[in-house]
């Protein structure tokens, strides 16, 4: 006969620990898909994370990683970093 001690769910509860601290760990770098763009970045702006750093979503010149540097909107190609070229009054 057994008796006295009944079965505890250590097992599961430290498998749910795995899984939350390895979860964790890329969320603390704010870019789990390390293209070097802050995921809530390139979620306010794209909607998702399939955009590069070197790319140029807008067509303006400016790479992604230039206009996160610069806080501009790499979906506006109005937008963009630096001085307007060609605005020389007359
Ligand atoms: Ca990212
Ligand atoms: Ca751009
Ligand atoms: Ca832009």
Partial sequence: MIGGTTG???LALAVMLAVLST???AFATGD???DGLL???ELQFFG???QEAAG???ADGFTNIEEFG????PTDSMNKPG???DEIPH
């Fill in 39 to 41: 995921d809530s970045w």
């Fill in 83 to 85: 001085p307007p070229h």
């Fill in 8 to 10: 505890k769910p250590v």
């Fill in 32 to 34: 789990t898909d390390g």
């Fill in 48 to 50: 998702d994370l399939g």
């Fill in 23 to 25: 979860g964790s760990c």
């Fill in 56 to 58: 140029d979503f807008d």
């Fill in 70 to 73: 610069a806080g501009t909107d």
